[in-house]
């Protein structure tokens, strides 16, 4: 089955704490990216990579590290999580930004 | 001005009307747009994608674009209570920004029986 795989799916934590939030897609896909989602705000691009080892900022950068090593894999790393990255994050992929998005089922962070 | 904006919700139709939603972006450098869907506590689904002037069908769903006017709309036919959801509006960069991809923050409808 085609799939945009993230974990954890809900994670509480405190300020400080290193934490990463994992991506995995099946599809063979070039392009993925990590969106946060904040009430009334929409999606908000964080980082995007076009391709192995390629990677751009997105609209909300600080705060977030990423790295793309593998094709199928697209980790995002928040290094000294603080409480307003609190939200609802999704991964997303696809053959190319131009084409549609596959959206992972999104990780709840909470940080105290 | 924010990049890409919708109309503000929320918008409530009975069922079986049109729902009407639109977008506006601010680069003109822009080539791809999407409609997605989203149901409270789901992840965005994709209703219809567009890259050229003019209008697309799928079903009850239909997408038009005027990129001299900079704005892509999504039309939804005979609305049904299952359409409620959050609908957001999705715009792909070229140019210095090529790959980024820029959502509006959602407009939130509710098809009423």
């Known amino acids: 089955e085609a799939q945009v795989t993230q974990n954890p799916r809900y994670l509480i934590t405190v300020t400080g704490k290193k934490l990463t939030v994992t991506c995995s897609q099946n599809m063979n896909h070039e392009y993925m990216s990590w969106y946060r989602q904040d009430p009334g705000l929409g999606l908000r691009q964080i980082y995007y990579s076009m391709n192995v080892e390629v990677t751009d900022k997105g609209d909300v950068p600080e705060g977030y590290k990423v790295s793309r090593k593998e094709k199928r894999n697209f980790p995002l790393i928040l290094e000294s999580p603080s409480p307003n990255q609190t939200s609802l994050y999704f991964c997303?992929?696809?053959?190319?930004?131009?084409?549609?998005?596959?959206f992972g089922d999104g990780t709840r962070l909470s940080i105290l | 001005q924010k990049e890409v904006e919708q109309n503000s919700g929320p918008l409530s139709v009975p069922e079986g009307a049109i729902a009407s939603l639109n977008c506006t972006y601010s680069?003109?450098?822009?080539?791809?747009f999407f409609w997605y869907r989203q149901y409270s506590g789901k992840s965005p689904e994709l209703i219809m994608f567009i890259y050229s002037n003019g209008d697309k069908e799928d079903g009850r769903f239909t997408a038009q674009l005027n990129k001299a006017s900079q704005y892509v709309s999504l039309l939804i036919r005979d609305s049904q209570p299952s359409d409620s959801a959050t609908y957001l509006c999705?715009?792909?960069?070229?140019?210095?920004?090529?790959?980024?991809?820029?959502f509006g923050q959602g407009t939130i409808l509710t098809v009423h029986p």
């Open positions: 999705a715009v792909g960069s070229e140019g210095t920004s090529y790959g980024k991809l820029t």
């Open positions: 997303a992929s696809s053959l190319d930004p131009f084409q549609p998005q596959h």
């Open positions: 680069d003109r450098g822009s080539q791809s």
